[in-house]
C-alpha cells in the first residue's frame, strides 16, 4: 500500500516492547519508570502502549499534551514535568504531580488546589549542575521550608535532570549527592520522600555500571522507550527496538543533474551561501519532505542514498547508488529531535501498525 505522504508509521507492538525491557530491566534495582509521551505530543495511543509495557506514570511537559491525553481516557498517574505559573490552576485540575522549583509557583499551586479541595503532589527539582531547572542544594533546605507552610502541596520527593541543556553526565557522584540530598531533607524534616528521580534516558549507562543505586528509584524516560536507544552517546540498548517510528515520503523529481549548481553564487533560501562538492553528472532526486516537516539533518534513509541538503518543503539527494522513480516512498529513520518535530508537523499523517 502506498497511502498518503509523508506519513509517519508508528509501531506501538514494538514500543510496547521497549518499555517492557526497560521496565524489567530497572525494576531489577528498584527503579521505576516514568514514560515520558513530549516527543509524540502526547499521543494517546503511544502512551497506552507504554502503559502497557508497565510504566506507572506518564510525563510530559506540556499541559495540552496531557489534557489530550485525559481527554482520550488514557488511565495512569499524570506528571508534569515543566510548571508555568500561569497555569496553576489547570495543573491541579489536570495533573497528580508536578516538577517545581519556584516558590511563587508552588504558592498559586497550593492557592488553586485549596480552592479545588485537593492536595497536589510536587516532586522538587535540585540543580546538579547540568543548569536546566533545579534549586541549588545549598537553598534546598530553607526552600523546603517555606514549602511545608503550603497545606495543599505535598512534597513527594526529590529529582535531577542531566544531560539536557549543559551536557552534564548523570554519574555516581551525581546520584548519590541526590540519594543524601532526600535522606538528609527526610531526617531534617521528619518526612517521608517516595521518589527520588534520578533522570532521563541518560541515566543509562551510569545504571548498567553501577550496583548501589542509593535512594534512586525512579526515572523518567522518553527517548529510549520511544527510539530503543540511551542518549550519552546514543548507543542502542540490548533487546530494544530503534525502529519503532518510520517516516514515508514521496520522490517527486528523479533526473541525472550536475553535482554544481551554476551561474552566479547568491544565498540560498535561509540566508546562507551554500557550499558543493563536484562528483559530476548524478542521479538525484527530490522528496516532498522539508525543513517545514522535520528536523533534516537527524534522518537516515534505509537504502544507499545520501541527502544534500533541504529547503522549506523538497529534500535533494544523491540516489546514484539507488534508483528512485517518481511517485515511490523513501522509508527514513529519525532521531530524537526529527521524532519530535515530524510528530508535531500537521502536515505529517500518523499511521499506526503493529
Ligand atoms: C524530556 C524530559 C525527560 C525525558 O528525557 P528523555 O531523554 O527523552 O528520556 C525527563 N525529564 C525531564 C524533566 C524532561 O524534560
Redesign the pocket.
Known sequence: MLGFMPRIEINLSKIQHNARILCELYRKQGISLMG?S??VLGEPLIAEAMIRGGVKFI?D?RLENIQRMKNSRVSAQFVL??TASSQAESIVENVDIS?NTEIDTLEKLNYYASLQNKIHQIIL?VEMGDLR?GILPHDLFLFVKQVLCLPHLKIIGLGC?LA?YGGIKPDRQKMQQLSALTDAIEQKFDLNLSITSG????NYEWYKSTKQVGRINNL?????ILLGCG?VNRQVIPKLHTNAFKLIAEVIESKVKPSLPFGEIGRDAFGNIPVFQDRGMHQRAIIALGKQDTLISGLSPDRDLEILGSSSDHLVLDSQKSDLKVGVGVNFNLD?GSLLSAMTSPFIKKQFVN
Open positions: 515520558v513530549k516527543a510525563a511537559s514535568l515543566r516538577l527539582m531547572e535532570n539536557c533522570g532521563n534516558s541518560a523518567r524516560i522518553g527517548e529510549s542518549t530524537y
